[in-house]
């Protein structure tokens, strides 16, 4: 997803960069024309730059909390499964030792002196 985000910022800066010099080599306009067209939209330069700068802070936060989402769902499900092994170990430390203890105690020869 952030590298769709960053082939279309770079292809809106390109795609724009080209759209100006087309627009100032077919202008029907004079050059004073022009140049205060030109001066307008510096002058717009900062406000769109700010709104890119929002748009991607505002993608870079829903990119960071789907990561931390992912993140706590794995830690969530790595926990279940370090609890299950425990108790699998646990079961199988008691299973073991009653058998120990069935053996010893059926294989023991009860002294007859």
Not at 49 to 74: F, I, N, P, Y
Not at 79 to 84: C, F, T
Not at 94 to 108: N, V
């Amino acid at each position: 997803m952030a590298k769709n985000t960053g082939t279309f910022l770079r292809g809106l800066l390109v795609g724009g960069a080209m759209g100006t010099v087309v627009g100032l080599l077919m202008a029907p306009r004079s050059g004073r024309e022009t140049r205060r067209i030109l001066q307008k939209s510096a002058e717009a330069l900062p406000e769109l730059a700010e709104d890119l700068s929002t748009t991607v802070q505002l993608q870079a936060d829903r990119l960071s909390g789907e990561a931390l989402h992912r993140w706590e769902s794995t830690l969530l499900r790595l926990r279940e499964a370090i609890a299950a092994g425990l108790e699998a170990s646990q079961w199988e430390a008691e299973h073991f030792t009653r058998t120990e203890e069935g053996a010893l105690s059926s294989s023991s020869i009860p002294d007859r002196s």
